[in-house]
C-alpha cells in the first residue's frame, strides 16, 4: 500500500472491531485498539502494530484519554473508527426478540446507551479532529445499523439514527478541510456476541464479521479522498472489483431515501 495510516478503532476486542482491526494491519497500517476487555485487547495485541487502550467510552475522561493514548504511541492520528457500540441483548439475553417497550427505558438505561452509541463518537472525533488537521489527512468511519433496526429496535435503533445524522453534517462541515467522513454497516445480523445466544438465531446465516475489514482498509486508504458523505453496506462489497467501483455499487448516501421531500418550505426555491 502507498502510506500507512495510524487509526483508532473503538469496541476493538471482539466481533466487528477486531475484524477491522486485523484486516487495518494485514493491509499494513497500525491500529490504537479501544475498548474496557483488557483480557480480549490483549489477545488481539499479537503485533507492535496494534496499541491496545483500556478505556470505558462511556466516559468524557474515557474518550479523550483514548485518543491522547494513541498519539502518545504513534506520534499521530489519521483515522477514526467508531464501531463500539451497546445493543438490547445487555438488556436481556433474548432482547433481540422481546424487544424493550418504552415503558421500561429509564433514564439510566436510556443514559448507558446514549453514553455509547451517541456521545463517544462525537467526543472521539472531537479528540482526533485537532491532529487529523495537523496531519492533513483524516477519516472518521461510523458503524451505525440498517434503516429497519433504527425503526423498530428501542433504544439502540434511534441512538443509532442520530449517529447516521451525525454522520451527514460531519461530512459536511468537514469537507473544506479534507476529512471524509463515511458510515460502514454490515447488512444484517452479525454473528459476534453483540447478539446474544438467547435470541435463537441461527449464527450459521448471519454475517461474517470479517466482511467489514475489506471496505475498511479502501475507507481509510488515498484512494477513497473524494469519497465522503456515504454509507456503504459490507455484506454488498465484492472484493473482486477495484476499491472505488465496490464502493459505487455497495455505497449510497448517508441517511434516508427522498430527503428533502418534507421540507415544505424549500419546494420551489
Known amino acids: 500500500m502507498a502510506n500507512s495510516r495510524i487509526v483508532l478503532v473503538t469496541g476493538a476486542a471482539g466481533g466487528i472491531g477486531a475484524a477491522i482491526a486485523k484486516a487495518l494491519v494485514a493491509a499494513g497500517h497500525s491500529v490504537a485498539a479501544v475498548d474496557r476487555d483488557a483480557g480480549r485487547l490483549n489477545q488481539l495485541a499479537t503485533s507492535e502494530r496494534i496499541h491496545p487502550i483500556m478505556a470505558d467510552l462511556a466516559s468524557e475522561a474515557g474518550c479523550r484519554e483514548a485518543v491522547a493514548s494513541a498519539v502518545a504511541r504513534f506520534g499521530r492520528l489519521e483515522a477514526v473508527i467508531n464501531n463500539a457500540g451497546i445493543g438490547v ?6 432482547g433481540e426478540l422481546n424487544l424493550p ?3 421500561e427505558l429509564t433514564a439510566e438505561i436510556w443514559d448507558k446507551f446514549y453514553a455509547t452509541n451517541v456521545r463517544a463518537p462525537m467526543l472521539i472525533v472531537q479528540a482526533a479532529l485537532p491532529h487529523m488537521r495537523e496531519g492533513r489527512f483524516g477519516r472518521i468511519i ?6 429497519r433496526t433504527m425503526l423498530r429496535v428501542n433504544p439502540y435503533g434511534p441512538l443509532k439514527a442520530a449517529l447516521e445524522a451525525m454522520s451527514a453534517v460531519w461530512a459536511a462541515e468537514l469537507k473544506a478541510d479534507g476529512i471524509t467522513v463515511n458510515v460502514l454497516i454490515p447488512g444484517g445480523p452479525t454473528d459476534t456476541p453483540f447478539i446474544a445466544d438467547g435470541a435463537g438465531w441461527d449464527r450459521a446465516k448471519m454475517l461474517r464479521p470479517q466482511i467489514m475489514g475489506a471496505p475498511a482498509c479502501w475507507l481509510v486508504s488515498d484512494e477513497a479522498a473524494d469519497y465522503s458523505g456515504n454509507r456503504i453496506i459490507a455484506a454488498n462489497w465484492n472484493a473482486a472489483l477495484p476499491g472505488a467501483e465496490a464502493a459505487k455499487k455497495a455505497g449510497r448516501a448517508i441517511g434516508w431515501p427522498e430527503l428533502g421531500t418534507d421540507a415544505v418550505w424549500l419546494r420551489g426555491s
Not at 89 to 94: E, K, V
Not at 142 to 147: I, V
Open 101 to 103: 417497550t418504552v415503558e
Open 89 to 94: 441483548s445487555s438488556l436481556r439475553p433474548d
Open 142 to 147: 461510523n458503524n451505525t445499523t440498517s434503516f
